[in-house]
Structures are given as C-alpha cells and as structure tokens.
C-alpha cells in the first residue's frame, strides 16, 4: 500500500475498535480517507470532469488507495483490492446498492443491478438457470453469425480501402448477440435504432446518477435531453413488451432468460420488464466495449496479433469456434482480459455502508458511499507490474497466483458478480477469433481519447482500414 501515516489520506483518525495497523485501541483508532477539498459547492467536478480516469489515477497517486472525493456528491474512491474483496466477498451484508445506483433506477427500474441484497435473491434465482454452462454455450452460439455479418461487411470495406468504426461495429455485434441470447430477438436492425436508445440510456442514468438533473428539470419540458429520454424508454419498452406479448400468446415462453423470468410466477409484470431491462442495457454495451478495446490493443500490438493468429489458425483451422475450443485459445482469452484490465467497460460501482466497519486500514463510517475503481485498482501500481502496458502475458503466465484477490474484477465479485460474465467471454472469444482469422486491423492514430461515463469507451469511436490476410 502507498499510504503511510505521513500522507494527507492518513491525516485524520476515528474511534472505534483496535486498529489492525496502528494497534491504537484508545481514541484515535484508524485513518480515515482523506482527499482533496476542491471548490465550495461543485467540489472537483470541474477537474472531474475533464478527464475521469485520469483523475482516479492522480488521486490514487497523490492520496493512495481510499480517497475522498466531493463531486460535489461525497464518496471514498476505492482502489484497494483488500477493501474490495471485503465489500464484494468477505461481508458484503453490511452494503446496500446506495445512493448512486437510484440514478438508474429510471432506465432499469427495480430489476437484479438495482435491488438490495433482500429483494434481490428471488430475482437471480429465477433468472440463474439461464446461465448454467451448457445454456450460456447454447446461447453464446448467437455470436457466430452476429460476426459473421460484421466480416461480411468488413470484407467490403478491405477492398474499397474505407475507413470503418470498429467501436460501432463491434457494439452491432454485441447487440445482435445479446439481444438473440436473452430475448430471441435481433435488435441490431437498424430501423429498431435500439443501440441508439440504449446510449440515450447509459448518458440518462449517468447524469441523474452524477448530477441528479432529473430532480432538477421537469420531464415536462420539452428539452432535446427530455425529448431524447422519452423515444428512448419507448423504444426499449416496445422491444421488452413485444417479447413478453409474443411469448405469451404463442404459449411458448422459452428457456431463455425471459422465458424463465415468464414462467416463474412468482414475479409482477413489472418486475419482469425491469429484470429485462437489465439484463439487456447491462449486457450490451458492456460486451460490445470491451470487444472494440480487444480489436484496438491487438492493433496496437503486432506482436499480440502474431500470437493470436498463430493460435486460431492452429486451432480452428478456418472455421468458427466450437464449445471446446473456446477452451483451446488460452492466448485469445488472455488478450481480452488484459484489454479489460487496462479498460474495464463497468469502470467503478459504488456501494453505501449500513454500519461503521474498518476497511483494511481505515475506519469509515455508516451510509458512506465507497465507489469500487475496477479501472484504478486494476492499474495500482502496487499490485501490477508496469500497470500501464498492454501485456496479456500477465494472464497466463502463472503471476496471478502473486497479485491479491481483489485486484482484478472487470465483472465484480461474490454474489453480486455479472450473471452475463460467461455470456460475455464467450461471445468475445468466439468474435475476437474470428476477426484474428480473416482480418488485420490498421489504426487511422496511435491512440483514442477514451470517455467514462456509466462505462469506459472510446469517445469518438476506433477509426481503421482493414486487410484481409491471405
Ligand atoms: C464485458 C461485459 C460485461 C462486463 C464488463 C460486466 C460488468 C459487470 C459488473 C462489474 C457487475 C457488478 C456490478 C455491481 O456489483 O454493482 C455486473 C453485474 C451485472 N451484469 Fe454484467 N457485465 C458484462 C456483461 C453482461 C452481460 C452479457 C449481461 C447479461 C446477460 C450482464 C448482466 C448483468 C446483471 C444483470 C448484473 C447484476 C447482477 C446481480 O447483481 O445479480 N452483464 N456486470
């Protein structure tokens, strides 16, 4: 840890009971989180919001691993994989969801990511049997022809030399996937404009969750924001009630996760449409950003790429990945977990404290808002050697066993991980592998801005030419 007794983060202290660090039983106790000031009323925002992860990481430099913030909304920045196992694994009774995921109540509802611990439970037990191994490599099947038209139109761009997006393309693939894995239903059509509403979503739950505008401007007014809001649910609602309505009347509800969520009885129609919602707006953006970061690190890295075509030429020998060999690419799937290491789509998620706890060396207080930094404990210079560089070796060559659990959690941890986490590795393994088959990608710039807002993204797209390997 770089925090010592000298640092600012380590300046103030609380009661409580014996510090394991300092020992100290008398008043006094542990550390408390300390941060930066900023300015009366907007707090940091200003420097906030310049660039987001560059400032977790120059607090996480300046501060050490629990810092905290005003933005103006107070919070305690977490970076510490100790604290972070703690609040996901070890006790994770003592959390509520908290303060800022109300913000997304307005697009999600009271569906599996928003709800306490206690409401939560009949919710994913319903929904689990839809994600065993054998359903998610049923399901995850969806993604070979979701690729498949991508590298039918990428072989277009490869010939006319055009410059293509892959973010957008990969966030089609995704869509595509996900809405055939969870719904039965292709939202990558381009005149449901579905990947458009689900980005009105994501911008609408990250200001009401940052700035709680949502209290502020009446969703009376005829606002482009209000505007944008309302064809966004009506979009998102009309693909979710059209599902349930088909299944319904066709009496087939399925064996899907809407399928089980259908027919389990146990649930309102609301909580249905909200626990789809979810599953959907959780999923798809998430797995198409983490693709588009995969495709822009081995394009920035030639000699990932040889690797990772020396492996699924081996392997596949041309053809689509199997179930098993999904198994047999340790080097593709090594890839995809450093891309999500330098650039975890769900970049932070917060949690509020019930009770008082000590946090590895620190006290904090009840209905605090700690917020988990998958981007800053994941490049915590601490726990990872040269956290900066692109190297999915790090990933296969047995390091792991060294760093602490909790340093890498790109889908979060304990009972509240990503129901969609094998969904999604399969679905990247299988469009990665298929993409190292047939194309190599050649960046228009050597980098991109990236944004981060509910998730981590590149803001203006990953711009590139393509050729088709002989
Ligand atoms: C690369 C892709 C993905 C990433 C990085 C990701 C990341 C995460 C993370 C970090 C959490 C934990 C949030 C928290 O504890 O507060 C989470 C939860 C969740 N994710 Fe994912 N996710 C991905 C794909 C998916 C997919 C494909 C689905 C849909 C099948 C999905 C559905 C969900 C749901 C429903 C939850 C809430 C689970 C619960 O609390 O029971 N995610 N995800």
Redesign the pocket.
Known sequence: MTLTQDTPGAAGTTGGGACPVTGNRAAGGCPVPHGPKGLPVIGVAPTYFKDPAAFTLGLQQQYGPMVSVNLPKPYVLVTDPEVVEHV?KTNPDNYRRGELYKGFLGFMGKG??TLNDAE?RPH?SIVAPAFTIRRVNEKAEEAVPATEALLARWAGAARTGAVIDIAEDAMNVSTRT?GKA?LGRDLSEAALDYANAAAIASKVMYTTTIFGLNELLPSFLPTRYNRDKKKAHRIIDGVIDGVISSRRRSGDLGTD?AGKLLASGELTDQDIRDDLR??LL??TD??GQ?LAWTLYEIARHPWVREEVEEEVDRVLGGHAPTTEQRGELPVTRSVIEEA?RLH???WQ?PRDLIEDEQLGRWDVKKDTTLVLS?YGTHRNAEHWRDPHTFDPRRFRDGSAKERPAGSY????GGR??????N??MAT?ITAVAMISQRFRISLTASSVPTAAFITMYPAEGVHATLRERS
């Open positions: 996901t599996m990511l939560w994913r996900m969870l996760a979810t599953l959780a999923g998430t797995t983490a999500m975890p789509p769900v998620f998958t959690f790109p889908f979060g509240r991980q990503c129901i969609g986490k969904l999604a990247l």
